[in-house]
């Protein structure tokens, strides 16, 4: 567990984990058995989602198979710095080192690096990613693109 190393030189971290997935019973007893809790709060499902991505630094999405993640579209919209695996959809949403940082899905070391490379940027260059999905979100999924890639499907 990443967590279980605390390498996180002296960062003032503390991950919130959203959705209430089958796992999490198993996940809130490994971490009490662990003893890692201070550094994670389970909230279930969110209701409010843009309150929730403002109270955030960092949006990581972990997935280990994805479709099309409108989460990570609302976070991009936000102008979070974005950390996520490459699975499905993903790899066409982030492009590592541009607007946000990928890892190969399901290697935990890479994403362990990944949030470190994160958390040592300034706060500026963070932004910067930022800004970068937020013009992304604008550019690639505004409705106009979205039904041009609708009717490309549909009406060949």
Do not use: W
């Amino acid at each position: 567990s990443l967590l279980e190393k605390n390498n996180f030189d002296n960062k003032n971290i503390h991950f919130l984990i959203a959705g209430d997935g089958t796992l999490k019973n198993k996940l809130i007893t490994e971490i009490k058995e662990k003893q890692i809790e201070k550094y994670l709060t389970f909230i279930g499902n969110i209701k409010n989602i843009p309150e929730f991505l403002s109270a955030l630094d960092i949006y990581i999405q972990p997935s280990v198979t994805e479709g099309f993640p409108l989460s990570v579209l609302e976070a991009m919209a936000s102008r979070l710095p974005i950390i996520s695996s490459n699975a499905g959809g993903l790899k066409e949403m982030i492009i590592d080192g541009e607007n946000g940082m990928t890892y190969k899905s399901e290697d935990i070391s890479k994403l362990d690096k990944t949030m470190h490379k994160m958390l040592n940027l300034s706060i500026e260059d963070r932004k910067e990613f930022g800004s970068n999905a937020y013009n992304c979100i604008k550019i690639n999924y505004s409705i106009e693109k979205v039904a041009e890639k609708y009717k490309a499907v549909y009406f060949q």
